[in-house]
């Protein structure tokens, strides 16, 4: 999950907050930057999880990484506000910020209840910019560089059918990612977001593709032929986190194997038609000579 090929060292120094840091694509990346010589600040909901997620991260981690947990529910401000507080006194200053804290669920959207859309909006939306804005507010009073990673999706610039609140708050993350990219600039402050493809996951993945037929009919829309891994989120995360890109800000790095890219061309479906019953039905187009 750590063979990254980058320096052991890259992230040496650097405290870094993850939300829903206890599990999933969360852990994977906690982990990359222990092992990467980080101390890593991991957040969410249940104590539990995150006591053992922590200790999970210190068996990967090198000489100068460390997790600690920090129990917190970011849908409220003060909480949030609190959970940064807390991190920044423990590691004496934090200088990264992974916004991973989700929810999402699939309905017809005329469905959706008040209830069900804040669950979702309010974690994914409202958490990621409590938690940015405090980060950056302790930055600035340090006077201190720092980077934000935050995970969108794909379909935060196309919108989805069936995932309304979700494609709502993706939006509004990478929005807050390009605004404040551009205002925080002078302070040293780089906001990045990452946009991945189907990852399976503890828990997301099989909520979200629940039998064997929606996984099959989600791979054949990937043209490299299969999913991610967290562990290739997880370096892209620590690359935009670390110094070998200081110039790139208010950036979205998508990794999802083009499967965005497949949808929304007009003919990209073709594809899946066997090539030489395609090439036959392109020379069949072709004007007759003479």
């Known amino acids: 999950?750590?063979?990254s090929g980058f320096d052991p060292?890259?992230?040496?120094?650097?405290?870094?907050?993850?939300?829903?840091?206890?599990?999933?694509?969360?852990l994977a990346m906690a982990s990359t930057f222990a092992a990467h010589g980080a101390k890593v600040a991991i957040a969410g909901r249940r104590r539990d999880r995150l006591e053992a997620a922590a200790k999970e991260i210190a068996a990967s981690a090198r000489e100068g990484g460390e997790a600690a947990p920090f129990p917190a529910d970011i849908r409220e401000p003060e909480q949030a506000a609190g959970l940064v507080a807390a991190a920044a006194e423990r590691f004496?200053?934090?200088?990264?910020?992974v916004n991973n804290a989700a929810g999402?669920?699939?309905?017809?959207?005329?469905?959706?209840?008040?209830?069900?859309f804040d669950a979702v909006v309010k974690t994914v939306l409202h958490g990621t910019v409590h938690c940015t804005l405090a980060f950056g507010?302790?930055?600035?009073?340090?006077?201190?560089?720092?980077?934000?990673?935050s995970i969108v999706t794909t379909y935060a610039w196309t919108g989805t059918a069936y995932a309304l609140p979700s494609a709502c708050a993706k939006a509004g993350v990478l929005a807050m990612t390009r605004s404040l990219a551009v205002e925080w600039g002078h302070a040293?402050?780089?906001?990045?977001?990452?946009?991945?493809g189907p990852i399976p996951t503890e828990g997301a993945f099989s909520r979200l593709m629940p039998t064997p037929e929606t996984q099959r009919a989600a791979l054949a829309r990937i043209p490299l032929g299969r999913f991610g891994e967290t562990r290739e989120i997880a370096n892209l995360?620590?690359?935009?986190?670390?110094?070998?890109?200081?110039?790139?800000?208010?950036?979205c790095v998508t990794m999802d194997g083009g499967e965005w890219?497949?949808?929304?061309?007009?003919?990209?479906?073709?594809?899946?038609?066997?090539?030489?019953?395609?090439?036959?039905?392109?020379?069949a187009l072709r004007p007759k000579k003479g």
């Open 9 to 26: 060292r890259l992230l040496a120094g650097r405290a870094i907050l993850v939300t829903g840091g206890g599990s999933g694509l969360g």
């Open 137 to 149: 507010r302790q930055l600035m009073e340090r006077k201190a560089p720092g980077a934000v990673v």
């Open 188 to 196: 040293g402050i780089r906001l990045n977001a990452i946009a991945p």
């Open 104 to 116: 999402n669920f699939l309905a017809f959207s005329e469905t959706v209840t008040p209830n069900g």
């Open 261 to 283: 890219l497949a949808g929304a061309g007009e003919f990209s479906d073709y594809r899946r038609v066997p090539r030489e019953k395609l090439k036959a039905g392109f020379d």
């Open 92 to 97: 004496g200053g934090l200088d990264g910020l």
């Open 237 to 251: 995360a620590a690359f935009l986190l670390s110094d070998l890109c200081p110039y790139q800000t208010g950036d």
């Open 1 to 3: 999950m750590t063979e």
